[in-house]
């Protein structure tokens, strides 16, 4: 699971010093996690055929419904509009 102090540990930081770089940066850390959480998903429906619930799993979603919940936050549309629409062009 994506936490502040695995990526803090990726730069070679303590957590607080990543928490005050997002601050000054006007982030945080949810939503750098939500926007990675939204690029893999787009790329993962987009250029595998995985299940949607394999896919809202990996990206540490306990359940499929909260993974779709998130998706059509982001996106606008669900999951499977999003893999359907992409499939297709």
């Known amino acids: 699971m994506l936490s502040i102090e695995w990526l803090a540990s990726l730069f070679v930081i303590t957590r607080r010093t990543l928490h005050r770089y997002l601050q000054e940066h006007n982030c945080n850390?949810?939503?750098v996690k939500e926007a990675a959480r939204y690029k893999i998903a787009?790329?993962?429906l987009t250029k595998t055929s995985d299940s949607i619930e394999t896919?809202?799993?990996n990206?540490?979603?306990s359940d499929i419904a909260n993974f779709n919940r998130?998706?059509?936050s982001w996106s606008g549309?669900?999951?499977v509009a999003f893999r359907r629409k992409n499939?297709?062009?």
Do not use: C, N, P, Q
């Open 29 to 31: 850390f949810r939503e």
């Open 42 to 44: 787009r790329e993962v």
């Open 55 to 57: 896919i809202a799993f």
């Open 59 to 61: 990206l540490g979603y």
């Open 70 to 72: 998130a998706f059509k």
């Open 77 to 79: 549309v669900t999951a």
């Open 87 to 89: 499939k297709s062009e």
